[in-house]
């Protein structure tokens, strides 16, 4: 799973929340994930890593396939 998602994936095994407001303007380091989400219709995104026993196991994701979006900090925050 983590193998298609290289940059995300970075950034959910340090804890981090990964949060995207548009798609089209990801990092050229991130053209894997940019052209998975392009191909999937997704604008944005917003995803949180799940961890079991410290090891990263899978991640809760928001996404919008209508919008480019701000995710706002309480919808983050709900997230956490």
Same mark, same amino acid.
Request: hydrophobic share 35%; with cysteine.
């Given at each position: $799973?983590?193998? /298609? %998602?290289?940059?995300?994936?970075?950034?959910?095994?340090?804890?981090?929340?990964? +949060?995207?407001?548009?798609?089209?303007?990801?990092?050229?380091?991130?053209?894997?994930?940019?052209?998975?989400? $392009?191909?999937? /219709? %997704?604008?944005?995104?917003?995803?949180?890593?799940?961890?079991?026993?410290?090891? +990263?196991?899978?991640?809760?994701?928001?996404?919008?396939?209508?919008?480019?979006?701000?995710?706002?900090?309480?919808?983050?925050?709900?997230?956490?």
């Amino acid at each position: $799973l983590f193998d /298609s %998602i290289p940059h995300i994936a970075q950034s959910l095994q340090r804890g981090k929340m990964f +949060l995207c407001e548009s798609v089209r303007n990801m990092p050229s380091e991130a053209r894997l994930e940019r052209n998975l989400c $392009l191909k999937q /219709s %997704i604008r944005s995104l917003v995803y949180v890593p799940l961890f079991f026993q410290d090891r +990263l196991t899978g991640f809760l994701g928001c996404e919008s396939t209508t919008i480019e979006r701000r995710w706002h900090q309480y919808e983050q925050n709900l997230l956490k």
